[in-house]
């Protein structure tokens, strides 16, 4: 395995300044984002697109820091009932997976994405009950009309491609939860995988150790996400997981994102990192930074030496001892 960084946290930096932080880190990869959510700071996909040279000149910037890509990441919501938005996250998405191929990068990350209850719908819709039954009409409507139709199609773009997509597993999302990414998985095709991010699944009740072996013997796994969460029980008390407060409101949510090591312990990490091995996982583990208790540098360096010390880097020898 490999420690690499997903990079809009540096989204204030050039792509230059960004690389010489994140080699200076002892990282080796780096996840970078085309548009989105994460922005496209470091990267001009139109531009890498057109001409061959360019891509050539990008990359060896990045194999003179000792650098390697790890994902393209293009989250967005191409099945929104907002039509210029789906339009503007289905192109971009097919774009990065373009890209990915040109670039000999593996993976090309995103959301699932979440659409209207039915084709009238103007706005998103994200059922989580199955009554009262309209619930139940919205989450059919959703997967058979729209999730697993637009989800097939790209499945045979990224297979003619030679790209995996990684799809984050985000509440919020129709692909959610280990069942609705192997749903999903099952409905359009091999090439439609996971970024498997722990912090979401705890916030959800989810173990991400039981999860990686749901997923992993799938080989359902094509990319990893490192970030923590704080689950704050006395607020969940009060508010649920499903917490609607903003993020801001730290003292008070029911979970926070935190740095690797300050919501669960080592442990819990060199059991998910140990899980990953068993089960097949040897890319990247890609730090994602989101403290709102820690700036960048304290966040990131503290990632980095808690990981550093649970990944295991070096493939497994024979069993001499047999």
Same mark, same amino acid.
């Given at each position: 395995m490999k420690l690499g960084i997903f990079t809009p946290l540096y989204n204030d930096l050039s792509f230059e300044e960004?690389?010489?932080?994140?080699?200076?880190?002892?990282? &080796?990869?780096?996840e970078i984002g085309t548009g989105g959510s994460p922005g496209k700071a470091h990267l001009e996909i139109d531009k890498l697109l057109a001409s061959s040279e360019e891509r050539k000149e990008y990359q060896n @910037?990045?194999?003179?820091?000792?650098?390697?890509?790890?994902?393209?990441?293009?989250?967005?919501? +191409?099945?929104? %009932?907002?039509? &210029?938005?789906?339009?503007?996250? !289905?192109?971009?998405?097919?774009?990065?997976?373009?890209?990915?191929?040109?670039? =000999?990068?593996?993976?090309?990350?995103?959301?699932?994405g979440v659409s209207g209850g039915n084709a009238s719908d103007t706005q998103v819709n994200w059922p989580i009950? %199955?009554? %009262?039954?309209?619930?139940? !009409? =919205? #989450?059919? #409507? &959703?997967?058979? @009309? @729209?999730?697993?139709? #637009?989800?097939? !199609?790209v499945h045979y773009t990224a297979e003619a491609a030679g790209v995996k997509i990684g799809i984050e597993l985000h509440g919020g999302f129709l692909a959610h939860t280990p069942y609705t990414m192997l749903k999903l998985r099952e409905a359009t095709g091999k090439t439609i995988g996971c970024n498997l991010d722990p912090s979401h699944l *705890? *916030? &959800?009740?989810? !173990? +991400?150790?039981?999860?990686? @072996?749901?997923?992993?013997?799938e080989k359902a796994i094509h990319h990893f996400h490192a970030k923590d969460t #704080?689950?704050?029980?006395?607020?969940?008390?009060?508010?649920?997981?499903t917490d609607m407060q903003p993020y801001e409101n730290v003292k008070t949510r029911s979970w926070n994102f935190r740095t690797v090591g300050y919501g669960h312990s080592l442990e819990v990490w060199s059991d998910m990192i140990s899980a990953l091995r068993t089960y097949g996982y040897d890319h990247v583990l890609s730090i994602e930074h989101e403290d709102p208790l820690m700036s960048i540098d304290e966040g990131l360096s503290r990632a980095v030496k808690n990981l550093s010390s649970v990944m295991i880097k070096e493939r497994p020898a024979s069993m001499w001892w047999t």
């Open positions: 960004m690389i010489t932080v994140v080699a200076k880190k002892g990282l &080796q990869a780096v @910037k990045l194999t003179d820091k000792g650098l390697e890509i790890s994902a393209l990441s293009c989250h967005h919501n +191409p099945i929104s %009932p907002v039509k &210029q938005l789906a339009k503007e996250a !289905d192109e971009l998405l097919r774009k990065t997976i373009e890209l990915a191929s040109l670039m =000999n990068v593996p993976v090309v990350n995103g959301f699932s009950l %199955p009554w %009262p039954t309209e619930y139940r !009409d =919205n #989450y059919e #409507y &959703q997967w058979e @009309k @729209k999730l697993i139709p #637009y989800w097939k !199609d *705890w *916030w &959800q009740g989810i !173990d +991400p150790v039981a999860a990686i @072996k749901i997923l992993g013997s #704080y689950l704050d029980q006395d607020n969940i008390n009060m508010y649920g997981l």
